[in-house]
């Protein structure tokens, strides 16, 4: 079956270092890949997707690419904010209709002013 | 804005109780989900809903039913509760019509003793 994987539970970093979030997946299809946000107290929702691979999705100035060769959509940020702590996952759609998404296990960011 | 509401945000009940976890969306929807979040294991599928009536299992069904009887309303039903569906369940919509992004509910937070 699908799957997703993040190696990385938790991440702590200080205010304007770079982020990095691994992530690897499997699948026999061609998915659209995500990564949602989760905040404290609140549902996940959408940071950004990518549907063809070799394309890059860019969004509050995260950025990711779907690496088709490597099977992997890693997040990277170059400054981050206190304001960027949260969990993040990543998250593959089943190709046509997405209508269902498998997550990774999520990595915790946390951020320190 | 399209929004996911679910009820309560907060639920203690007792082993072997039944328990009713409620969903709604205000645009009619077609697909709708329900997840429930762990620790360290990230969002996992229960079952979802293509429509009124079309209801699917997801990953993780047992121990759980659904019911949707009018497309903005859908339910998680938990007969018989046990401790280790202590977790936070989360309703989901596909936005549809060629839009693959989910919206999610804000959870409700279960504590089965």
């Known amino acids: 079956g699908d799957s997703v994987t993040q190696m990385q539970g938790q991440v702590t970093l200080s205010e304007d270092d770079f982020l990095f979030i691994n992530c690897t997946y499997s699948?026999?299809?061609?998915?659209?890949l995500f990564w949602y946000v989760q905040y404290p107290g609140e549902g996940p929702q959408l940071l950004l997707k990518?549907?063809?691979?070799?394309n890059k999705g860019i969004s509050r100035g995260f950025e990711a690419t779907y690496d088709k060769r490597t099977t992997s959509f890693h997040l990277q940020k170059a400054s981050v904010q206190e304001s960027d702590s949260a969990v993040y996952y990543c998250?593959?759609?089943?190709?046509?209709?997405?209508?269902?998404?498998?997550f990774g296990k999520g990595t915790k960011l946390s951020v320190k002013s | 804005d399209m929004k996911v509401t679910q009820m309560p945000r907060y639920l203690i009940k007792r082993m072997g109780e039944n328990v009713l976890l409620e969903c709604g969306q205000d645009?009619?929807?077609?697909?709708m989900y329900w997840y429930r979040q762990d620790p360290g294991l990230g969002l996992q599928l229960i079952y979802i809903?293509?429509?009124?009536?079309?209801?699917s299992e997801g990953d993780i069904p047992k121990g759980y039913r659904v019911s949707r009887k009018k497309r903005e309303h859908f339910s998680l039903i938990l007969d018989s509760a046990k401790t280790n569906q202590t977790s936070v369940y989360f309703c989901?919509?596909?936005?549809?019509?060629?839009?693959?992004?989910?919206?999610f509910g804000s959870g409700t937070r279960l504590l089965v003793i």
């Open positions: 990518v549907t063809t691979a070799n």
């Open positions: 645009m009619s929807h077609e697909t």
């Open positions: 998250v593959l759609g089943d190709g046509g209709s997405n209508a269902k998404l498998t």
């Open positions: 699948t026999t299809w061609y998915p659209t």
């Open positions: 809903s293509y429509d009124v009536d079309s209801n």
């Open positions: 989901a919509f596909l936005q549809g019509k060629g839009n693959s992004d989910y919206t």
